[in-house]
């Protein structure tokens, strides 16, 4: 599975999902993108799934035209988050096309 990880999202978590392609919007050289134009950039370029902390996300974008899944990490802090690492991987297996998880850190 292709993942990009927007801003808010804490990069040491590419290693909690090893055997998916992790890249990061600043990787890509995204970093300025807003949402809407993160999702079509991403969708465009082939990922799967984005990884995000953006809780108003839902508010702000149409997500049932979407193709890429979404997952809201409803926190940005690393050591919350590495308790809910399995969870984590868990959402992003069971996760389908243009699905919507969020995830209570």
Known sequence: MRILFDQGTPVPLRTALAGHHVETAYERGWATLQNG??????????????ITTDQSLKYQQNLPVRRIA?????????????????EIRDACSAIDEGGYVEIEI
């Open 37 to 50: 134009d993160l999702l079509n950039g991403g969708e465009q370029n082939g990922f799967d799934l984005l």
């Open 70 to 86: 979404i997952i809201v990490l409803k926190s940005a802090n690393w050591r919350l988050i590495q308790m809910k690492i399995d």
